[in-house]
């Protein structure tokens, strides 16, 4: 189960469910934070990306139609039948991370042009329509940056993987904020309808390469700075091949 999001009200959350392929939903209590009953499932599809309406009662999500593109959709918060919103065309890839207008009106999301690589932010009508660029000078790398809209304060939240830093960018491109990720992998967690804040979720995990004798015993080799992947031996034994981030490669001495 992965994505959850909470409702306005703050006494449910959405989520997609692996077991079930498909998006769930389940009561809070908020006096002790404990569930309330089963999840319930609102879709009979599968897809990716949670954007809850403000009042509450929609549920927006993405659902893929390779190699014809992907769907914009919502559904009731009750379940019931899903009517799609916009088409999104097979020249923009990936899109990702809906989130609605405070006054419910738009949705906005970012997708990524297959041919230029180049992700920018779209929004649409959410009784329907085709989906537009919001600032076509507002655009970023698709790989390895993430972005989040911030709907009700017109910014984005954008991440970079390598170098591990991240920034808060308002729809017209002005720098609001920067701020450094640690070493490691993580996301950002959904911010809440006033926008004022948000979580920023990340596990600092390490893996250094490690190199353990016949005897038993083992030795640290690595820096312990991030994760690192030993991917071969030198024909002497005396080196290791080791790959510690993303597209990286370094050789260091057993």
């Known amino acids: 189960d992965v994505g959850p999001h909470w409702f306005p009200s703050g006494d ?6 692996d077991r079930t392929k498909s998006l769930m939903v389940l009561d809070f209590d908020k006096a002790t934070g ?15 990306g949670i954007a809850i ?31 799609t919103i916009a ?3 097979p020249e923009l ?20 042009t297959r041919n230029r ?22 655009t970023f790398a698709s790989n390895p940056q993430v972005v989040f809209p911030l709907a009700a304060e017109q910014q984005v939240i954008v991440l970079e993987r390598v170098p591990k830093k991240g920034a808060v960018l308002t729809f017209g491109g002005d720098t ?4 450094t990720l640690m070493q490691s992998a993580g996301d950002v967690g959904r911010a809440p309808m006033d926008a004022k804040s948000y979580l920023l979720v990340y596990g600092n995990i390490v893996s250094p390469t490690r190199l353990v004798g016949l005897d038993g015993r083992a030795r640290t080799i690595g820096q312990a700075t991030g ?27 057993a």
């Open 53 to 83: 309406a403000p009042d509450g009662a929609r549920i927006s999500y993405i659902t893929d139609r390779v190699p014809d593109g992907s769907l914009l959709k919502w559904v009731p918060a009750s379940g019931g039948k899903a009517t």
């Open 176 to 179: 609001v904020s920067t701020f």
């Open 87 to 89: 088409e999104i065309p």
């Open 117 to 138: 690589r180049i992700s920018s932010l779209y929004r649409v009508a959410a009784s329907g329509g085709k989906p537009t660029v919001v600032n076509p000078n507002l």
């Open 227 to 253: 994760q690192e992947w030993p991917t071969a031996w030198s024909r002497d034994g005396k080196r290791l091949l080791v790959s510690p981030e993303q597209g990286a490669i370094a050789i260091m001495n």
């Open 93 to 112: 890839w990936n899109p990702q991370n809906p989130s609605f207008s405070p006054d419910g009106a738009w949705i906005y999301f970012t997708a990524a």
């Open 12 to 17: 449910r959350i959405a989520f997609w469910s």
């Open 34 to 48: 404990n569930a309330v009953g089963t999840p319930r499932r609102v879709t009979l599809e599968a897809g990716k």
